[in-house]
């Protein structure tokens, strides 16, 4: 494997990919998480996705286990799986490098063509949750605050969405440090979505990517 794709670009932004062994030696310092379907990843520089790519590989092992026997259940986990998957990149090839390895791995476990509006809603799904932008200044490519969707499973094949940027989420750790004054406030108090969407469902997140410039 290359791990550098040029010398410039080692020297410009400090591109040099992690090697799979190291990858699973780090992923195996939270494994537990790792192989939890809903625990969530976020990799402010992830590349191709050398991280995110063994993090969806082992959390859809966790759905394999749980719900291998049953199609339905197997889908929309999986799917769920993806959702909480996030990242951002600053170079453009990285960043549709990163959705394409990720959507090949959903849609060689499910078995998925690309008309299937899984397909379709994971490729949307990806176009939210893997950003091009910049992750020092949490700004998108077109200069945008970065703005991540929190997805929930409700059942039923229903997924619910909420945005929050990331600056607000960045604090998170500051008002829950000890000491601090608003350490006794639930998170819900301090955080609030810059928007709550309907429960949507497959069909709904397929139609949302059609015409998404960003989708896969
Ligand atoms: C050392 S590489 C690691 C890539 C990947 N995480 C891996 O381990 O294989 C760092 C990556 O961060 C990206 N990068 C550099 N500065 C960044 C920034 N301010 N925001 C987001 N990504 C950045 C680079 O383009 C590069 O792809």
Redesign the pocket.
């Known amino acids: 494997m290359n791990y550098v794709k040029s010398k410039q670009?080692v020297a410009d932004?400090?591109?040099?990919?992690?090697p799979p062994w190291l990858?699973e030696a780090m992923l195996d310092l939270v494994k537990a998480e790792t192989e939890r379907i809903d625990s969530r990843f976020l990799?402010?520089?992830?590349?191709?996705?050398?991280?995110l790519v063994r993090v969806l590989q082992r959390k859809l092992a966790a759905v394999e286990l749980k719900y291998g026997k049953n199609e339905f259940g197997k889908r929309l986990y999986a799917l769920f799986a993806l959702m909480c998957c996030y990242g951002?990149?600053?170079?453009a090839d990285?960043i549709a490098e990163c959705r394409a390895n990720m959507l090949e791995i959903l849609t060689d476990y499910l078995d998925l063509d690309e008309a299937d509006e899984l397909y379709r809603a994971a490729s949307y799904v990806l176009s939210q949750n893997l950003v091009h932008?910049?992750?020092?200044?949490m700004r998108t490519h077109d200069d945008q605050p970065i703005t991540f969707p929190e997805w929930g499973y409700l059942g039923k094949g229903k997924f619910q969405r909420r945005d929050f940027r990331l600056h607000d989420l960045a604090l998170s750790s500051t008002f829950s440090a000890d000491g601090s004054l608003f350490a006794h406030l639930a998170k819900h108090e301090i955080f609030t979505p810059t928007k709550t969407y309907s429960p949507m469902t497959v069909r709904e997140l397929a139609g949302a990517g059609d015409g998404t410039k960003e989708a896969v």
Do not use: Q
């Open positions: 670009r932004h400090g591109e040099v990919f992690t990858v990799e402010p520089a992830c590349g191709s996705g050398n991280f951002i990149e600053l170079l990285n932008g910049d992750a020092l200044k």
